[in-house]
């Protein structure tokens, strides 16, 4: 039986490069001069700390950028809310990877709302959905392309 598997998933090699050209850039812009603000990546955490909110804030505008050009789907950034104090403010970007259970349950019952001749069974952190026709699994794709969800989708492992 054709299938295939519904992943969320980003380069971490990617988010990398993008970093570091965050951090590049924060060194040549005038209104960073003589500010002490950095970006640390971490698995897929990203810490940027700054000396006032604002300048955190244009910070995220400029990592978004950076992400935006290497390719990394920005739906896959959950912003946590920053934390201020007197000298310092920092503020986590969380990358998101994998389809949690919530989610994997929404894009399931999408897929049995589309009436379409397809299961789909969740496996860990993805969806295997299966059919009897390949037709039937291009249109399940361009339907959940088409889907409002929250987080960047990929479909990977198509087997006739």
């Given at each position: 039986?054709?299938s295939f598997?519904?992943?969320?998933?980003?380069?971490?090699h990617?988010?990398?490069?993008?970093?570091?050209q965050?951090?590049r850039?924060?060194?040549?812009?005038f209104?960073?001069?003589?500010?002490?603000?950095s970006?640390?990546?971490?698995?897929?955490?990203i810490t940027?700390?700054s000396e006032?909110e604002f300048q955190?804030?244009?910070?995220?505008d400029?990592?978004?950028l950076?992400l935006?050009?290497r390719?990394v789907?920005i739906s896959?950034i959950?912003?946590?809310?920053?934390e201020i104090?007197l000298a310092?403010?920092?503020?986590?970007v969380i990358?998101?990877?994998?389809i949690d259970?919530?989610?994997a349950?929404?894009?399931?019952?999408a897929v049995?709302?589309?009436?379409?001749k397809?299961?789909a069974?969740i496996?860990?952190d993805k969806?295997?959905?299966?059919?009897?026709?390949?037709d039937?699994?291009?249109?399940?794709i361009a339907?959940l392309r088409?889907?409002?969800?929250?987080?960047?989708?990929?479909?990977n492992?198509?087997r006739d």
């Amino acid at each position: 039986m054709p299938s295939f598997d519904v992943v969320s998933e980003i380069e971490l090699h990617e988010v990398r490069n993008a970093v570091d050209q965050a951090r590049r850039e924060l060194e040549t812009r005038f209104d960073f001069r003589g500010v002490e603000a950095s970006f640390e990546l971490e698995e897929a955490v990203i810490t940027m700390t700054s000396e006032a909110e604002f300048q955190v804030s244009q910070m995220y505008d400029i990592l978004r950028l950076k992400l935006t050009k290497r390719g990394v789907d920005i739906s896959c950034i959950e912003l946590k809310d920053p934390e201020i104090n007197l000298a310092r403010c920092k503020q986590v970007v969380i990358l998101r990877q994998g389809i949690d259970a919530e989610a994997a349950r929404k894009i399931q019952r999408a897929v049995k709302d589309s009436k379409l001749k397809v299961q789909a069974a969740i496996q860990g952190d993805k969806l295997r959905v299966t059919g009897k026709s390949r037709d039937d699994l291009q249109a399940t794709i361009a339907m959940l392309r088409s889907a409002k969800l929250d987080l960047p989708l990929q479909f990977n492992n198509f087997r006739d």
